[in-house]
């Protein structure tokens, strides 16, 4: 029961258990040689920014460099997304769909990824909070777009205070990104997400660490 709890739920790493941006633009690559070197500096970007050591949004443009993609790649990309949904969040379906009206997905990643993965959770495209897509006149991944997270809110924290939510407000993910919101005082609880990854820094961060989604239903039970 969440009650009148609202949660904010991060995605890579914590609803589902990689990455999405760095899997969809190593997917993308045609030639393999030289993927294993590509994937460790791609990671090393990630990770910097996901513990605060550079600017997340740098990060997010960092990467979007090496990506060359389309609309037809982000549908093909949805099924193996789809296949990587953290343990957890799978077999505790049935809970996040039936309080699925007080989740916010919130993300330094992309709508049009996110969207295919939680809407078998009963997640609407309307609960997501994230980065967009822009496409040139050829259908291919051009940039981010302007009305998007990175653009309107420079940081989570930002997007969160703008929504000015009653009630109870909680946070799941597994970034300092997702931390800055409660440090800033815009939510109520962080909970650091280890299930995929430990980040020593997000969890000295937070109050509290998790798991796997079954200690957060247990604390709010």
Request: with cysteine; charged share 25%.
């Amino acid at each position: 029961m969440i009650n009148n709890n609202i949660i904010f739920i991060d995605f890579d790493s914590t609803f589902i258990s990689l990455e999405s941006l760095d899997e969809f633009i190593l997917n993308n690559i045609s030639n393999s040689a030289n993927n294993s070197e590509l994937r460790a500096k791609i990671e090393r970007i990630t990770n910097q920014g996901m513990e605060g050591i550079i600017d997340f949004n740098f990060s997010v443009n960092e990467r979007l460099k090496y990506l060359s993609a389309n609309r037809d790649s982000i549908k093909l990309f949805s099924k193996i997304l789809k296949k990587n949904i953290t343990n957890s969040f799978l077999s505790n379906k049935q809970f996040i769909i039936e309080n699925s009206h007080k989740i916010l997905i919130i993300s330094g990643g992309f709508t049009e990824l996110i969207a295919p993965v939680v809407r078998d959770f009963n997640i609407k495209k309307d609960q997501i909070y994230a980065n967009e897509f822009m496409f040139n006149k050829n259908g291919m991944i051009k940039t981010i777009s302007k009305k998007t997270l990175s653009y309107k809110h420079s940081t989570k924290a930002h997007l969160v205070k703008s929504l000015n939510l009653k009630g109870l407000t909680h946070i799941i993910g597994d970034g300092m990104t997702d931390c800055e919101v409660w440090r800033k005082g815009y939510a109520d609880e962080f909970y650091a997400f280890t299930e995929n990854i430990m980040r020593e820094v997000v969890v000295r961060c937070s109050r509290q660490a998790i798991g796997c989604l079954d200690d957060y239903i247990k604390i709010i039970s």
